[in-house]
């Protein structure tokens, strides 16, 4: 088998040491090996979104990724999102809006609609349904999600710090 | 297996030039990774090549623009002078799976994965883009249409690879399309996916065509007879039609689930004719 090879990586925020196999995926790394099980399995060849993590400020589905290339990198997965045991105004309103059924989608929803909305306060409807092109829910129909979405852009944009 | 992630071209090639069995770049991952993790590819060696700094940057002078292949699709369509100049070469790129996908994806990765559906490659094609590529032998530009050779296989030597795709500066009245044609509107595979890129002259003449045709063929195809049939005149009706001849005769499909040959063949020309219009309305704005 081959040699382990040691990453160093900060995930949410931490910095992060762990072991992986030169072929292992970041996703598997994350569940495996550093237990994060917040980021979901659900295709495991991209065209799901289940595990969708945030890298260097762009979101990639860590299946497609080898851990190995986590090496120095910034990583938000899930598990980052909620600060200080306070939920994202996302995580709120996916509640509120009950955007989710079985919920194994939600996690990779949240760190994508995240990302979007870190972009762009104030996105279209199109946007949004654009943007989460790549998240597949087998349950909701995606309207509640696209409410959540925007209702947590108002929130978010009302909470925001005038510059 | 093992993993390598070097920080300069010369290492990447020496890597890949001396790796006993299987030795894959590794860009975006989203073709690679995929294979390896369903048992379809099982590299001896992956050569990450996105630690050799300059390829992760896109350069513009007067010999055109350099896009690093370390490039993803976010960075390119999110590129003010690629988005201007080269919309088709952008679209096409775009078409390339979700945003998740985008974060990762490149063309250079589209183009040695050497699907005959890949949607970026009748995009470079058209706009008669060339590779850089880095071996033990120095290195050469070519053309974008002569690296693939077959389904998931390249021309490119043990120990190359490319290190840019390179877009020619553009010419006066010049414009460029991607329009692919697939079962679904989002992540799907194309049926056929045409590039156009055209040349006006001030009359309004066509000067230079480069049709090129995806998915209809073991590799992307270069339709010199299509363009042949826009040249000279002033793109109306009947030129079109010549030209969605020529393209329908070029088609060598296979019959899958999203077509069948004939089917395929037929709608080329539609889905050609298509491309023209929008690259012919860009040529003349
Ligand atoms: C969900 C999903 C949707 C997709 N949708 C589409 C689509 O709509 N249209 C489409 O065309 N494709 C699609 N793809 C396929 C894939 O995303 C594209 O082919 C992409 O452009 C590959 O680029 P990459 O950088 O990820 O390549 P990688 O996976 O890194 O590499 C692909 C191949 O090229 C080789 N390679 C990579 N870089 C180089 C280089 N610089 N020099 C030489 N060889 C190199 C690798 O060794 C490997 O064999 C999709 C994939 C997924 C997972």
Known sequence: MAKKLHVTTEINGAETEFLARPDQTLLSALRDELHLFGTKEGCGSGDCGACSVEVDGRVVCSCTMLAAEAEGRRITTIEGVAQGGELHPLQRHFLKEAALQCGFCTPGLIVAARNLLDRNPDPTEQEIRFWLAGNLCRCTGYDKIVRAVQAAAAELRETAPAD | ?285
């Open chain 2, 1 to 285: 297996m093992r993993y390598a992630a070097p920080e300069t071209v010369d290492e990447a090639v020496a890597l890949l030039a001396s790796a006993e069995g299987g030795a894959y770049p590794l860009a975006g991952g989203t073709d690679l990774v995929v294979q390896m993790s369903s048992g379809m590819r099982a590299p001896a060696l992956v050569v990450d090549i996105k630690r050799i700094g300059d390829l992760g940057r896109i350069v513009s002078d007067a010999s055109g623009i350099r896009i690093g292949a370390a490039v993803c699709g976010a960075e390119i369509t999110g590129n003010a002078e690629i988005a201007s100049k080269w919309p088709g070469f952008a679209e096409a790129m775009d078409y390339i799976g979700s945003m998740q996908i985008q974060s990762r994806a490149t063309p250079a990765g589209n183009l040695c994965n050497a699907s005959p559906a890949a949607d970026c490659v009748p995009g470079m094609v058209a706009a008669g883009a060339t590779v850089t590529v880095a071996g033990p032998g120095g290195r050469r530009e070519i053309p974008v249409e002569e690296v693939p050779a077959g389904p998931g296989r390249t021309t490119l030597a043990p120990g190359e690879f490319v290190i840019s795709v390179n877009l020619p500066p553009k010419p006066a009245r010049t414009g460029d399309a991607y329009v692919r044609f697939t079962p679904r509107t989002e992540m799907d595979i194309a049926v056929v996916g045409v590039g156009v890129c055209l040349t006006l002259d001030e009359g309004g003449t066509c000067t230079a065509a480069r049709v090129a045709v995806g998915a209809v063929a073991p590799t992307v195809l270069l339709v010199r007879e299509a363009g042949a049939a826009l040249v000279g005149t002033p793109v109306d009706d009947a030129a079109m039609d010549a030209a969605a001849e020529a393209v329908r005769a070029a088609c060598r499909p296979i019959d899958d689930k999203r077509g069948s040959a004939a089917y395929r063949t037929r709608i080329s020309g539609t889905i050609f004719k298509r491309a023209a219009g929008v690259a012919l309305a860009r040529a003349r704005a």
